[in-house]
């Protein structure tokens, strides 16, 4: 099989920088351009260039003079947290519609309908599979970007899926959860809400006792967290969203979608299906990634920060599973030199099998 070349990505370093300058502002309100420098390798005066951008637009505010100066974000123009009785206080539209309507109406509708999926979606999944008792939902507009949290005091999401799977880690549910379609309540929910609902948000995370789970859509890639010190009972889903954003609801579903107008199409980053202490060589490794995906019939693999594979995990990937599973067509992306030679290896040998 041909590897598949992906289409020449946007330029995303103005927004990623952007963005990174604004979220390291309470930390960094002396040392920004400095610290900004280092994390993308720009020159003094490249970083200046975007800072001067975001103090225009009133996205950053800067006070003092050449040897003084201190960055600050503008105030809070609306911030709102309130507490609510899972299943007494209405589902999930009926809280959208009294208590997010009033605060967003006035936003942009393509705004509006992102924020309306990713809202409903989350309190639907708190209400039907948190198993608790009470919710804590927050509103705030921080100026240039809207910020939604929605988190429970139930069971936890990632302590549910382990224990539906018979996992014994649960960082494993965290791969599960990005490949799309998969749920514990397969009557009543379709899997899709977190997997659309994190491609939507320019920032998304889910936070469950230690582990955290982000992805970031400016620079499309996903983070697993362990986190020793996090108090978090029950599930947290953090949710920013740029108000400058164009994108539409509609323009995610399509990017996803197959010849048949269905959700049969989704992506995997390779990497998710590596525990921390392990390298890929094994074919449990192999299968761990590739439960579920017969739900599709179309997988790409995004092998992005992943050195090298083993030739057992690549026979198990594109030998015995494309046997087992003819019509989910496997491609893959953003191999280097060194896991492309495996790959095309183990094609080899796929080939030659078929004879």
């Known amino acids: 099989m041909p590897r598949q070349k992906p289409t020449k990505p946007i330029d995303k370093k103005p927004h990623a920088l952007r963005r990174f300058l604004v979220d390291q502002v309470p930390k960094h309100p002396r040392d920004l351009v400095h610290v900004a420098m280092k994390r993308f390798k720009l020159t003094r ?22 040897n003084t100066t201190v960055y600050k974000l503008p105030s809070t ?21 009294r208590d997010f309507v009033p605060k967003i109406s006035s936003y942009p509708k393509n705004i509006q309908d992102i924020c309306y999926y990713g809202v409903t979606e989350m309190i639907n999944n708190a209400i039907d599979h948190s198993l608790g008792k009470r919710l804590t939902l927050s509103w705030s507009d921080q100026g240039s970007e809207i910020q939604i949290l929605i988190r429970d005091d139930g069971i936890g999401i990632f302590k549910k899926i382990s224990e539906a799977l018979g996992l014994t880690d649960p960082r494993e549910t965290i791969l599960h959860l990005a490949k799309g379609k998969f749920t514990t309540d397969s009557a009543n929910h379709t899997g899709q809400g977190i997997f659309f609902t994190s491609r939507m948000f320019d920032r998304f995370a889910i936070m469950s006792h230690e582990l955290v789970y982000i992805r970031t859509r400016a620079e499309d890639d996903w983070l697993v967290e362990t986190r020793k010190e996090s108090n978090t009972r029950g599930t947290a889903v953090k949710m920013a969203l ?43 490794q192999a299968r761990r990634l590739l439960l579920g995906l017969n739900k599709f019939t179309s997988v790409i693999l995004d092998f992005s920060d992943v050195r090298s594979v083993g030739q057992g995990f690549v026979d198990e990937v594109f030998r015995v599973y494309k046997n087992a599973h003819p019509d989910v067509k496997i491609s ?16 080899r040998d796929a080939q030659r099998d078929q004879k």
Not at 45 to 66: C, M, W, Y
Not at 242 to 266: A, P, W
Not at 332 to 347: H, K, P, Q, T
């Open 77 to 97: 123009k609306a911030e709102t947290t309130w507490s609510l009785s899972i299943g007494r206080e209405g589902d999930e539209g009926e809280i959208w519609q």
């Open 242 to 284: 740029d108000k400058r954003t164009k994108l539409k609801t509609i323009d995610v579903f399509r990017s996803y979608e197959d010849d048949d107008h269905g959700f049969n199409k989704t992506d995997v980053f390779v990497k998710l299906a590596k525990l921390e202490e392990e390298t890929y060589i094994s074919r449990s």
């Open 45 to 66: 005066p490249a970083v200046h260039r975007h800072l001067e951008k975001l103090i225009s637009d009133g996205d950053i505010l800067k006070e003092g003079s050449r």
């Open 332 to 347: 893959y992306v953003n191999a280097n030199d060194d896991v492309e030679f495996m790959i095309r290896w183990g094609l």
